[in-house]
């Protein structure tokens, strides 16, 4: 069964960084494309970046982002740690949730812990 395990969130000042990071366990984390996902209280979870399988010879992938975070995050993979990233800039204090990684278009019922990221003064 494939596990997600996020990590790297905390607490920031508006426009400071984090990277977050989640270990994919039980599946190849190219053989689907990944995503991450947020969810702030009281709010729906959304996807925030999605990375597609990359290209076998060039490592190519495609990304695509929502409006809100475009320009400020970037989504990445490492397929030999099985993991995906989450770089994050000019942090927000709406960009304030729990953050999860899981596939990018089927996405599995199966959640991760999530890691939490804080953005206030």
């Known amino acids: 069964q494939v596990q997600f395990v996020e990590s790297g969130g905390g607490s920031v000042q508006p426009g400071g960084s984090l990277r977050l990071s989640c270990k994919v366990l039980?599946?190849?984390?190219?053989?689907?494309?990944m995503a991450w996902y947020r969810q702030a209280p009281g709010k729906e979870r959304e996807r925030v970046a999605l990375i597609t399988v990359s290209e076998y010879s060039t490592n190519y992938a495609l990304t695509s982002y929502a409006d809100s975070v475009k320009g400020r995050f970037t989504i990445s993979r490492d397929n030999v740690k099985n993991t995906i990233y989450l770089q994050m800039i000019s942090l927000k204090p709406e960009d304030a949730a729990v953050y999860y990684c899981n596939q990018g278009f089927s996405v599995l019922n199966t959640w991760g812990q999530g890691t939490q990221v804080t953005v206030s003064s």
């Open positions: 039980g599946d190849n984390v190219n053989s689907n494309a």
